[in-house]
């Protein structure tokens, strides 16, 4: 059982549309995160969302955290062939240590 | 700033074997987690490690295991390999309470 799922699990679009990418779970995270994966890489830091109706913006990525602190979605406008990558969300639960991850969004961004 | 490390890049194995893999940790953390990642999946966590010691450990059997130096580096070790455990496998940095990993390039293992 995943205990974040992410979706979709593969998003083809054109260049200058815009997307949106959802990572939901039953659980409660103390703290969620957004990395972005090249192949053969490891994943990179986006963003951290850490209170509940948050909404974090990094030039045309949009991160908002769930008012439960539940889910969380990343939305790109006007995207560019260089947003193409695996896009993983990542959440911590209060008092543990791991960081549990969904199974990635595969982005495409086609010109 | 130096970012976290890890050793080697690739590494071919074939079953039975055992292997070692080693990180760096970014310069100021005094954490290091280790995940397995599937080709195609996310990132499973295996454990992690604080003052040298395993400080959480998730779904792994004990052929997995760990080491933490007093210079905050790490190695992962698996003994006798199986074809399953073919994967990425990535080391994350941090400091303790702060939930931000940030990732190593990771080390491709391939068993045959």
């Known amino acids: 059982t995943q205990l974040l799922e992410q979706s979709p699990q593969f998003l083809s679009i054109q260049e200058g549309e815009n997307l949106t990418v959802y990572c939901n779970s039953s659980?409660?995270?103390?703290?969620l995160q957004w990395y972005r994966q090249e192949p053969g890489e490891g994943p990179v830091l986006l963003v951290t969302?850490?209170?509940?109706?948050e909404v974090k913006k990094l030039k045309r990525l949009t991160f908002q955290f769930g008012d439960a602190r539940k889910d969380s979605s990343l939305h790109i406008t006007a995207a560019q062939t260089g947003d193409t990558g695996l896009y993983l969300c990542?959440?911590?639960?209060?008092?543990?240590?791991?960081?549990?991850f969904g199974q990635g969004t595969r982005l495409t961004i086609n010109p | 700033e130096t970012g976290v490390t890890q050793s080697p890049t690739h590494l071919i194995k074939t079953r039975g074997q055992q292997v070692t893999l080693r990180c760096s940790s970014q310069s100021g953390h005094n954490t290091v987690s280790w995940y397995q990642q599937a080709l195609g999946q996310g990132p499973q966590f295996i454990f992690q490690y604080y003052r040298e010691e395993e400080n959480g450990r998730g779904n792994f059997p004990p052929r997995f295991s760990g080491l933490q130096f007093p210079n905050y580096s790490s190695e992962l070790n698996v003994n006798a390999l199986e074809l399953d455990d073919s994967a990425l496998y990535l080391c994350?940095?941090?400091?303790?309470?702060?939930?931000?990993?940030?990732f190593g390039p990771g080390t491709r293992l391939t068993v045959l």
């Open positions: 990542a959440g911590v639960r209060k008092g543990a240590q791991k960081l549990v």
């Open positions: 994350a940095s941090s400091f303790v309470g702060i939930d931000e990993q940030f």
């Open positions: 659980s409660v995270f103390s703290s």
């Open positions: 969302v850490v209170t509940g109706g």
